[in-house]
């Protein structure tokens, strides 16, 4: 059984002679815990533990260097597989999986979750930590956990191959460290007691991971990573462009763990990353061989197109949801929210399972090695070598050039279907020319983000007009199927307000594209 858990902690590094205060010591005289006199908040007995793990990795770290953290561990309360990832500022979210027989082979839930990253190299022992931890806990009358601090005695050795069977051991290194994790309670205790241990002599570690430290990969070193030169409008047009496509591969890539898990937002991310790549090899298209930008195209639009039913699906639930709350005041409801909730909730997760499956496929693994191959060694044209201050604002442009063409057009023809569908095209064009407004802007400064920036409101303007056409399509099918005359009812007032917000949503892009077309958002592009 897969069980996924969210951590917020903060670690410290601490000598021999520190002594940790009482928890309720430590936030004495502060307003963060509950009211004594209505629940009082006491320190449990401490909890002592060793816990031994071994970490997995592929020969060259790309797990760790991704920021991962795959382990199988012995001792303490969750012994097993755990696979750690980021999970924004001080927080990470966790994969835990049963220990388990096999000590040296990584279980298959797990290397599916971590193929973007690994791309099917083998996973091996790399390093093994041995802890004997300590644990103190501050818990409320009903025995919540409102934050822990864990007093840890580490030793680690680095695990390295040899050419027979097993591994050779580094030498070993030793540390003492302090964790204090969250519990049920909000960021204001961790934050104080963040604030008091440090004010007694703790420093904050240089990385929350241990394998970081072990493999000596803490901030400050930077062996084995690239580092990037200077972009100008006078390097290679080719080099900025593979700037910005190592940025949308590692997204891509990123986000294949969090959309497995069904993080929020995490589908419509790893999405916007396939539409950029796939924008960028469009717009960028001299710079870089015909045929392989045709293939990754081609890959891109399926890979979005698999995201994109799962995302709409979501959005499309969340929209109707939000305007059934609205409307509570007007009738009742609570039929309409549970036929909504149970049809649409329904739809986002069979799209998700359809999403799930296809990251588990060939295609999409030999994708992730085209994008992998594309960034290592690219297949640029001679057009690439050229400087990007000649090269580059021509291309974009073109991107703008067509959605003023699409815009014209829409704009003579008569409401309708065709319309519809010409503003549909205009909202795509007009993405991929604030994509490539953005893909240059680290050379182009504030005239690209300028010009990008104006660019998405034209696009977030025709996004709600078209958000609000397939709410439409969506509110007349629910009507048509639902038995209960209350909730067609209410169905039908929603597609109303729909409606009327659509001429709202023209306006938006009528003055979005008026602005969108001043003449200094386009001086640089000459």
Known sequence: MVIVDREVLRTYIADDGFQVPPLTELLAGTDVLPDPAISPVVEGEPVRHRLVATYFDTVDLRLTSAGLTLRRRTGGEDAGWHLKAPAGPG???????????????????????????????????????VTDRTVRRLVDVTGRVLAEVA???????????????GDAAGAATSWRGIEVELGTSGDDVL????????????????????????????????EGRATRRTLTVDSPA???????????????????????????????????????????????????????????????KWLAGELGA????????????????????VVDSRPVAAVADAELGQAYRTAHDRVLAELDGERYHDLLIALDRLVTAPPWTERAARRAGRT???????????????????????????????????????????????????????????????MEDV????????????????????????????????????????????????????????????????????
């Open 151 to 165: 007093d840890d005695r580490v030793t680690a050795r680095r695990l390295l191959p040899t050419d027979g069977q």
């Open 91 to 129: 927080a990470c979210s966790e994969v835990r999986l049963p220990r388990g027989r096999g000590t040296r082979t990584v279980p298959v839930p797990l290397q599916k979750m971590v193929w973007a990253q690994s791309l099917g190299s083998a996973l091996r022992p790399v390093a093994e930590i």
């Open 310 to 329: 799962a995302r709409d699906a979501e959005v499309m639930r969340d929209r109707v949801r939000t305007a059934v709350e609205t409307e509570a005041d």
């Open 238 to 300: 080719g080099d900025v462009l593979l700037a910005h496509l190592r940025d949308q591969v590692q997204q891509v890539r990123a986000y294949d763990l969090p959309v497995r898990v069904d993080a929020p937002d995490a589908v419509h991310k790893m999405r916007v990353a396939t539409r950029r790549l796939r924008s960028a090899l469009t717009t960028f298209r001299p710079l870089v061989d015909a045929d392989v930008a045709g293939r990754l195209r081609d890959e891109l």
């Open 392 to 454: 580059l604002p021509r291309q974009v442009a073109r991107s703008h050039a067509k959605v003023r063409k699409i815009v014209a057009k829409a704009e003579s023809t008569p409401a309708g279907a065709e319309r519809e569908e010409l503003l549909h095209d205009a909202r795509k064009a007009a993405k991929r020319s604030r994509y490539a407004g953005e893909s240059v802007s680290g050379v182009f400064g504030e005239d690209a983000i300028r010009f990008a920036a104006a």
């Open 459 to 526: 696009q977030e303007a025709l996004g709600e007009h078209q958000d609000s056409v397939l709410t439409r399509e969506r509110l007349r099918a629910l009507a048509r199927h639902t038995s209960s005359t209350e909730a067609a009812f209410l169905y039908g007032r929603l597609h109303a307000l729909e409606e009327a917000g659509a001429g709202e949503s023209q306006r938006h892009f009528d003055a979005a594209w008026k602005a969108a077309g001043r003449k200094r958002l386009h001086r640089w592009l000459r």
């Open 191 to 222: 934050s104080e007691l963040d604030a008091r241990l440090r004010g007694r002599g703790l420093s904050q570690a240089p990385s929350a991971s241990e394998l970081a430290q072990v493999l000596d990969l803490t901030p400050g070193n930077e």
